[in-house]
C-alpha cells in the first residue's frame, strides 16, 4: 500500500490550481507515494475524515500571503496579497492532525509560511533585498528565479541533500534553489530551527522540527518544479514518503501491541 499524503487544494482561484497542483502529485507519486487532495470547500467534519485515512501531510504554495494579524502585525505591508481564508481553514486543521498525530509534514514556499505562523512565529511581509526572490512584472511568466542557499551541515536536510549527490563532507552545503517569493520566515514558530538561508543575503531558506520523533520540514523555493531533473528536489520528496510510510507502519504495530 502507498503511502497517502494529504494535499490541499492550493488556492481558490482554480486556473491556478489546475495549474500547478499536478506538479505536486507528479512529484509524490514519483516518489512513491499516492496523492490525496483535500477540496478547499469541505466541511470541517469532512476534511478531519480525510486526515484520518491519511499518512503525511504536504502544504503547497499559493498566490496569497498570509493574513498578518496572525503573527501579531497591524500594519499590513501595500504589497501583501490578500489572505484565501478556505485554504487557511484546511491548513489549519492538517497541521492540527499533524502535529497531534506526528505525520510527517513538508511545507512549501506558502506551505513553509502557514506552518511557521500556526505554530507561533512570523514572516517578512515583503523581502527588500538586492537578490531577486520572485519575478518581476515586466519579467515574462515561466522566467526562473535562481540563487544560491546554504544548508546547515547538522540538519535533516543536509542528510537529504548530501544522500542525493553522494557527498561525503561533513562541512555546509550550498545547492541552487528557484525561488519565486516575495515574503519569508522572519522569527521562526514553536519547535522550528532555521537550516538553510540564503548565501548573498541570509533571507531564511528552509526550516525543520526540533523534535527528533516528528519529521517536519518546510523549504522556501519550489522542489516540485524541479524534481524530474534535480537530484535535491526528488529525494526531498522521497524523505517524506518514506517518512510517512515508516509512520504507517508504526502506527498499525502500536494499534496491534494495544490489542493484544
Given at each position: 500500500?502507498?503511502?497517502?499524503?494529504?494535499?490541499?487544494?492550493?488556492?481558490?482561484?482554480?486556473?491556478?490550481?489546475?495549474?500547478?497542483?499536478?506538479?505536486?502529485?507528479?512529484?509524490?507519486?514519483?516518489?512513491?507515494?499516492?496523492?490525496?487532495?483535500?477540496?478547499?470547500?469541505?466541511?470541517n467534519?469532512?476534511?478531519?475524515n480525510?486526515?484520518?485515512?491519511?499518512?503525511?501531510?504536504?502544504?503547497?504554495?499559493?498566490?496569497?500571503?498570509?493574513?498578518?494579524?496572525?503573527?501579531?502585525?497591524?500594519?499590513?505591508?501595500?504589497?501583501?496579497?490578500?489572505?484565501?481564508?478556505?485554504?487557511?481553514?484546511?491548513?489549519?486543521?492538517?497541521?492540527?492532525?499533524?502535529?497531534?498525530?506526528?505525520?510527517?509534514?513538508?511545507?512549501?514556499?506558502?506551505?513553509v509560511?502557514?506552518?511557521?505562523?500556526?505554530?507561533?512565529?512570523?514572516l517578512?511581509?515583503?523581502?527588500?533585498?538586492?537578490?531577486?526572490?520572485?519575478?518581476?512584472?515586466?519579467?515574462?511568466?515561466?522566467?526562473?528565479?535562481?540563487?544560491?542557499?546554504?544548508?546547515?551541515?547538522?540538519?535533516?536536510?543536509?542528510?537529504?541533500?548530501?544522500?542525493?549527490l553522494?557527498?561525503?563532507?561533513?562541512?555546509?552545503?550550498?545547492?541552487?534553489?528557484?525561488?519565486?517569493?516575495?515574503?519569508?520566515?522572519?522569527?521562526?514558530?514553536?519547535?522550528?530551527?532555521?537550516?538553510?538561508?540564503?548565501?548573498?543575503?541570509?533571507?531564511?531558506?528552509?526550516?525543520?522540527?526540533?523534535?527528533?520523533?516528528?519529521?517536519?520540514?518546510?523549504?522556501?523555493?519550489?522542489?516540485?518544479?524541479?524534481?524530474?531533473?534535480?537530484?535535491?528536489?526528488?529525494?526531498?520528496?522521497?524523505?517524506?514518503?518514506?517518512?510517512a510510510?515508516?509512520?504507517?507502519?508504526?502506527?498499525?504495530?502500536?494499534?496491534?501491541?494495544?490489542?493484544?
Amino acid at each position: 500500500m502507498k503511502p497517502r499524503i494529504a494535499i490541499p487544494i492550493p488556492h481558490t482561484d482554480s486556473k491556478y490550481s489546475s495549474r500547478t497542483l499536478p506538479q505536486y502529485k507528479a512529484a509524490i507519486e514519483d516518489a512513491g507515494g499516492e496523492a490525496v487532495e483535500i477540496p478547499l470547500t469541505l466541511s470541517n467534519a469532512e476534511i478531519a475524515n480525510l486526515c484520518k485515512t491519511c499518512d503525511g501531510v504536504l502544504l503547497p504554495g499559493s498566490p496569497a500571503d498570509v493574513d498578518p494579524e496572525k503573527f501579531g502585525v497591524a500594519n499590513r505591508h501595500p504589497l501583501t496579497a490578500p489572505a484565501d481564508p478556505l485554504r487557511d481553514n484546511v491548513d489549519e486543521l492538517l497541521l492540527q492532525d499533524a502535529h497531534n498525530m506526528r505525520k510527517p509534514l513538508l511545507g512549501i514556499c506558502y506551505g513553509v509560511q502557514s506552518l511557521n505562523v500556526w505554530r507561533n512565529g512570523s514572516l517578512v511581509q515583503h523581502i527588500e533585498s538586492q537578490v531577486q526572490h520572485t519575478r518581476r512584472d515586466d519579467q515574462p511568466r515561466g522566467t526562473v528565479i535562481r540563487h544560491e542557499a546554504l544548508i546547515d551541515p547538522a540538519s535533516r536536510l543536509a542528510s537529504i541533500v548530501r544522500s542525493a549527490l553522494n557527498i561525503n563532507d561533513v562541512g555546509p552545503i550550498q545547492i541552487t534553489v528557484n525561488s519565486s517569493h516575495h515574503q519569508s520566515v522572519e522569527r521562526p514558530g514553536d519547535g522550528l530551527k532555521v537550516v538553510a538561508r540564503s548565501r548573498q543575503d541570509d533571507i531564511i531558506e528552509a526550516v525543520e522540527g526540533t523534535a527528533r520523533e516528528h519529521w517536519v520540514l518546510g523549504v522556501q523555493w519550489h522542489p516540485e518544479r524541479t524534481f524530474a531533473e534535480d537530484g535535491p528536489s526528488r529525494a526531498i520528496f522521497r524523505a517524506l514518503v518514506e517518512a510517512a510510510k515508516k509512520w504507517h507502519e508504526k502506527t498499525i504495530a502500536d494499534f496491534e501491541t494495544v490489542r493484544r
